[in-house]
């Protein structure tokens, strides 16, 4: 049978994939928005709550890497498959909790589920994009993670007036099932497409690296991976800047009740507008660095750095929140940090396509989201310990100095690359001998 090619298909492929990070964000958003609800049905504290919220967190920090391992190891489509399914089914399991630990064990599940979701996500683009538009598909693919929780107020609302809250667990993680099939129908990879035509097949792999091309079916080493400076550079600074977007997409809502006194009905009109702007965020961190290579004549990986810059920069906005003499004024700076984070970190995402093998892509991004996902616990943990006593603005200026903190590391540790073609992203910055990091 002979199939016709499809015009553009990786774009296609790459809308595929932010389609799944729609529902996986919009079933880990479910909680924060549930969460004045659960507070009250289940008669929590909100140290109880900050276990529940830290629960994910933690299993999702240590998964990744797994899950970026298994996905280079067994394939991306049948891997990814496997963890989809498995957090649709840990989301519904959320209805039957009746307690803040039954709650937790079923929020940890959902934790090791999900993060496959960037691990993957960041395979798909190195496999089917040159690297001169892997941060506009980064961008496009980050998208999914703001509309996800831009849904997530209006349906999970609506689940709760109409019916219950543990009906909004089920709706939330049951949509991904649907996912699940159209991905085992529609995906392959480049070689293996029958609806790719030759010329764009041609065209994606002029695009990459010879690293990426040589070494595609080597496998992945996490002792290899951990002794590059570059992989450091990554790494702390998704650490110092991923407690933002988890701070945004857990508290937010209940700092809205608690302390500007909205009620779920104000959550539901106006606690989705900061994700409408990480998706604007997403698109224009995406387009930047072509424009600044562009502009400046910088290199590739110089080009993320000026992006995560510029969005460490923005951060300050949010940061400034206890300066909001209305809700509405706070919420317009939360904008601004949904904005600025999801600009830095998409560029974050997109470096580890650009100075790592397609081998070992998704095993490096599950490392460094490792290194994310342990800071965004423990500073979910302070923001639970201290929003009662200190209050929530100290815990929001500490997010801002975080992330100009993090682009400091980034810039110093990973190496620009001598050019700006699509070819240069691959310097050799290993351990010596001694254990020192050297370029």
């Given at each position: 049978?002979q199939?016709?090619?499809?015009?553009g298909?990786r774009?296609w492929?790459?809308?595929?994939?932010m389609?799944?990070?729609i529902?996986?964000?919009?079933?880990?958003s479910?909680?924060?928005?549930?969460?004045?609800?659960?507070?009250?049905?289940?008669h929590?504290?909100?140290?109880q709550?900050?276990?529940?919220?830290?629960?994910?967190?933690?299993?999702?920090?240590?998964a990744?890497?797994v899950?970026?391992?298994?996905?280079?190891?067994v394939?991306l489509k049948?891997?990814?498959?496997?963890?989809?399914f498995?957090w649709?089914?840990a989301?519904?399991?959320?209805?039957?909790a009746?307690?803040?630990?039954?709650l937790?064990?079923f929020?940890a599940m959902l934790?090791?589920?999900?993060?496959?979701i960037?691990?993957?996500?960041?395979k798909t683009?190195?496999?089917?994009?040159?690297?001169?538009e892997?941060?506009i598909?980064?961008?496009?693919l980050n998208?999914?993670t703001s509309?996800?929780a831009?849904?997530?107020?209006?349906?999970v609302?609506?689940?709760i007036?109409k019916?219950?809250?543990q009906?909004?667990?089920?709706?939330?993680?049951g949509?991904?099932?649907?996912w699940?099939?159209?991905?085992?129908?529609?995906?392959?990879?480049?070689e293996?497409?029958?609806?790719?035509s030759?010329t764009e097949?041609?065209y994606?792999?002029e695009g990459q690296?010879?690293?990426?091309?040589?070494?595609?079916?080597?496998?992945?080493?996490w002792?290899?991976?951990?002794r590059?400076?570059?992989?450091?550079?990554?790494?702390?600074?998704?650490?110092l800047a991923?407690?933002?977007w988890?701070?945004?997409?857990?508290?937010?809502?209940?700092?809205?009740?608690t302390?500007r006194?909205?009620?779920?009905?104000?959550?539901?009109?106006?606690?989705w507008?900061p994700?409408l702007?990480a998706?604007?965020?997403s698109?224009?961190?995406?387009?930047l660095?072509?424009?600044?290579m562009?502009?400046f004549k910088?290199s590739l990986?110089?080009?993320r750095?000026l992006?995560?810059?510029?969005?460490?920069v923005?951060?300050?906005?949010?940061?400034?929140?206890?300066?909001?003499?209305?809700p509405?004024?706070?919420?317009?700076?939360?904008?601004?940090?949904?904005?600025?984070?999801?600009?830095?970190?998409g560029a974050?995402?997109t470096?580890?396509?650009d100075?790592?093998?397609?081998?070992e892509?998704?095993t490096?991004?599950?490392l460094?989201?490792m290194?994310?996902?342990?800071?965004?616990?423990?500073?979910?943990?302070?923001?639970?310990a201290?929003?009662?006593?200190?209050?929530?603005n100290?815990?929001?200026?500490?997010?801002a100095?975080f992330?100009?903190i993090?682009?400091?590391?980034a810039?110093?540790l990973?190496?620009?690359?001598?050019?700006?073609?699509?070819?240069?992203n691959?310097e050799?910055?290993e351990?010596d001998?001694?254990?020192?990091?050297?370029?």
């Open positions: 049978m199939h016709r090619p499809i015009k298909l774009w492929i790459v809308g595929l994939v389609l799944g990070m529902f996986n964000y919009l079933a880990r479910s909680l924060a928005i549930a969460a004045p609800t659960l507070i009250e049905k289940l929590l504290t909100t140290a709550y900050s276990y529940i919220v830290t629960a994910f967190q933690a299993a999702y920090a240590l990744q890497p899950a970026g391992f298994v996905i280079d190891l394939g049948i891997g990814f498959a496997i963890f989809a498995a649709a089914v989301n519904m399991l959320h209805g039957l009746m307690s803040w630990p039954a937790a064990t929020r934790g090791v589920s999900e993060a496959a960037f691990p993957a996500g960041m683009i190195s496999q089917w994009f040159p690297a001169k892997r941060s598909a980064a961008g496009w998208t999914g509309l996800g831009m849904l997530a107020p209006p349906l609302v609506f689940c007036v019916y219950d809250w009906m909004a667990f089920v709706i939330t993680g949509t991904a099932l649907l699940v099939a159209l991905w085992l129908v529609f995906f392959r990879s480049p293996g497409h029958p609806n790719l030759g097949l041609a994606i792999r690296s010879n690293n990426a091309k040589e070494s595609a079916g080597a496998r992945p080493s002792r290899a991976i951990m590059t400076r570059r992989f450091w550079g990554i790494g702390i600074a998704r650490m991923e407690p933002a988890q701070t945004f997409g857990a508290w937010i809502p209940l700092y809205m009740v302390v006194h909205m009620n779920l009905k104000e959550i539901a009109l106006f606690a507008l994700f702007a998706d604007l965020g698109l224009v961190g995406g387009y660095a072509p424009f600044f562009r502009r910088v990986v110089t080009s750095k992006v995560i810059v510029t969005g460490a923005l951060m300050i906005g949010p940061g400034c929140v206890g300066l909001a003499a209305s509405y004024a706070a919420i317009a700076l939360f904008c601004v940090g949904t904005f600025a984070h999801q600009a830095l970190s974050l995402f470096l580890a396509s100075v790592f093998g397609q081998h892509v998704a490096a991004t599950g460094s989201g290194l994310g996902y342990f800071g965004a616990t423990i500073f979910s943990l302070v923001v639970g201290l929003a009662s006593t200190v209050g929530y100290p815990l929001f200026a500490c997010l100095l992330d100009i993090g682009a400091v590391v810039w110093k990973i190496a620009p690359s001598p050019t700006s073609g699509s070819n240069a691959l050799p910055l351990l001998t001694r254990g020192a990091l050297s370029s």
